[in-house]
């Protein structure tokens, strides 16, 4: 039985200017937060432009392999140094006075540097601002705070979980093609709340989808239960409820399933999944489902895996960034059809995508004010009621074995008004 | 006038019109009616790369990959009083323009290339406009002219969702 009690944020930081600073400071700048996949930067010199908080940041490699993380401001007059969303160079180039830096960030040369500045010029301490990186299963972080416990520690339990979801196959994941962003409106803690565990949503929110059959296998008899560990990071997972269904991970090509190198327990947690979706805190989130149905021209259905990050662009704001991961051993096929998938399921032109977002804009829009919008968003989803089926795997956190609770939410919540400091 | 007659090229432009009105007053049965069997909507990702001449649009990214199947369910689903995206309908309007012909295939086949804009309003977002380059492929099937497929650049690299929820 789950007795936590209910907690919540309150109204005014999704709508105030003053709890988005603080965010940024602590929320962010205190935490691990997402920037993107080894496999977007494979080679010496490759570089993605990305957003770190309210930071412009570049993720580059260099020659020694190891990947860095800066700001993409020049420490003459803070200018963007790279305008480009990706690339390949060994240096990055400031268009105000030319300033150079290194894949690095070190800064490399100056204009004029001996006749203009003086013998006590330092160019050791200009280079570009660097975030501490951490790498987990493929994933790269960052965070500002030279003090904060390392990635995995951070992650604690939840790094069994994405060992689940991103080492499950030997030859690992790869990013399908980039990344791209859309901007949608709502605020950013919005978006999240609903991947750490909403499956309550689903059948009034997605009804059409179901009733249109394309929900696949989510749409039969299915078991559901959230995990959730300190730190605010948490998921949910269903599986078939049908004990005739063989043992399988769904969707994925028979050579790969062979190549799965996975102990008992994680394959245990893979297989027979119809949907497993969570997120990271603060804003890295992910979703790897089964097959769908999405008619007659997608005949062959696939499996995916998506991953967001979500920044906030102003209270009522935010940006999406969307990747699709594919087993690096996939067939080309394969891969272009998962990201098919990905695109009509989960992309932010789809229609199934349509319905969340319309349900963020239409909570932006009832937000109301310091006088009438005062009473806290509800979130007694699952308190006091009897947990039901046994989870096929054993797991590290907490698991809950109900499918439909806000136990998730309420732990995002705690560790956001710890961070935050303030009272729920 | 673009390698094809003025006749023709007139027929293309009010078949575009008149495929553009039925998506702005919500008549999908008819648009749909206008799609050939395997047609496919396309809609690539804008990139900034570094040379100009590198193109502006992504090989592997898209926004959007629909097929006629696909957008029908997409329709099917407006009956519903479920679909929250769409009840109430959103303003939508189309500005076509530009047309270019191209002819691929003599007497059956044009490429038609069109800039548009396209207006949508829906409470509580503000009105917003998207512009984008298409490129169709236009077929003459039983007498018809049927649309086979068409590819949009859209002219932004940071859509809003709203931008993108329209078909151009």
């Given amino acids: ?27 962010y700048g205190e935490s691990w937060v997402f920037i993107g996949h080894e496999s977007e930067v494979p080679a010496a010199g490759d570089y993605v432009t990305r957003s770190m908080g309210a930071n412009p940041v570049i993720m580059s490699r260099t020659e020694d392999g190891a990947i860095h993380v800066m700001l993409n401001s020049c420490t003459h007059r803070g200018t963007e140094v790279c305008k480009l969303s990706y690339g390949n160079t060994t240096t990055f180039r400031c268009g105000y006075h030319g300033w150079v830096f290194g894949a690095d960030g070190d800064l490399k040369g100056v204009p004029g540097r001996r006749s203009l500045y003086g013998p006590s010029f330092d160019p050791g301490r200009l280079g570009l601002r660097k975030a501490r990186v951490g790498t987990f299963c493929g994933l790269v972080f960052a965070t500002w705070a030279q003090d904060a416990p390392d990635l995995v520690e951070s992650l604690g339990d939840m790094a069994w979980y994405l060992r689940g979801l991103f080492e499950l196959f030997s030859g690992g994941l790869e990013v399908h093609g980039g990344a791209h962003t859309v901007d949608v409106r709502g605020n950013w803690k919005i978006h999240v709340e609903n991947f750490a565990g909403d499956g309550y949503h689903l059948k009034n929110a997605h009804k059409t989808m179901f009733d249109l ?33 063989p043992e399988a991970v769904l969707g994925y090509e028979d050579a790969l399933l062979e190549s799965i190198d996975a102990d008992e327990q994680h394959r245990r947690f893979r297989e027979r999944s119809t949907v497993i979706h969570g997120m990271v805190y603060p804003n890295l989130l992910f979703i790897t489902t089964a097959p769908l149905y999405f008619g007659a021209d997608a ?12 920044t906030p662009i102003d209270p009522h704001h935010h940006r999406v960034t969307y990747w699709t991961l594919v087993p690096r051993d996939a067939s080309p096929e394969w891969k272009s059809r998962s990201y098919l998938y990905s695109t009509r399921q989960h992309g932010a032109a789809s229609f199934f995508e349509a319905d969340d977002l319309e349900n963020f804009r239409r909570i932006d829009a009832g937000l109301g004010d310091a006088v009438a919008g005062v009473e806290p968003f509800n979130y007694e989803l699952g308190i006091d009621v009897a947990e039901r089926a046994t989870p096929p795997w054993t797991g590290p956190g907490r698991i809950v074995r109900q499918d439909l609770t806000e136990a998730n939410q309420r732990n995002l919540v705690r560790r956001y008004l710890e961070q935050m400091g303030v009272e729920g | 006038m673009s390698g094809v007659s003025v006749e023709l090229h007139h027929e293309i432009e009010q078949f575009l019109f008149t495929e553009a009105d039925l998506l702005d007053t919500h008549r999908q049965a008819e648009w749909l009616d206008l799609l050939y069997d395997d047609f496919s909507y396309r809609m690539p990702v804008p990139v900034a790369r570094d040379e100009p001449a590198q193109g502006q649009y992504d090989a592997v990214l898209e926004f959007a990959n629909e097929s006629k199947s696909f957008l029908s369910m997409r329709f099917q689903r407006l009956d519903s009083d479920f679909a929250w995206a769409e009840r109430p309908a959103a303003f939508v309007r189309h500005f076509v323009s530009n047309l270019r012909v191209d002819e ?50 859209i002219d932004t690299e940071h859509p809003n969702d709203s931008q993108l929820s329209s078909i151009f």
């Fill in chain 1, 1 to 27: 039985m789950t007795t936590d009690p209910s907690a919540s944020i309150p109204r005014s930081h999704y709508r105030d200017g003053e709890a988005l600073e603080r965010e940024f400071a602590t929320v």
């Fill in chain 1, 213 to 245: 059959g394309v929900m696949g296998t989510q749409a039969g008899a299915v078991d559901g239960f959230v995990v959730n560990v300190p730190n605010g990071h948490s998921l949910r997972a269903q599986y078939l409820a049908d004990e005739g269904v």
């Fill in chain 1, 299 to 310: 005949d062959g259905a696939v499996a995916f895996t998506q991953l967001r990050q979500i």
């Fill in chain 2, 104 to 153: 691929l295939d003599p007497g059956r086949a044009w490429r038609a290339r069109t800039n548009v804009m396209v207006l949508r309003s829906r409470l509580p977002e503000a009105p917003v406009i998207a512009t984008a380059g298409r490129v169709d492929r236009i077929e003459r099937h039983d007498g018809r002219l049927l649309l086979c497929e068409r590819v949009v650049h």
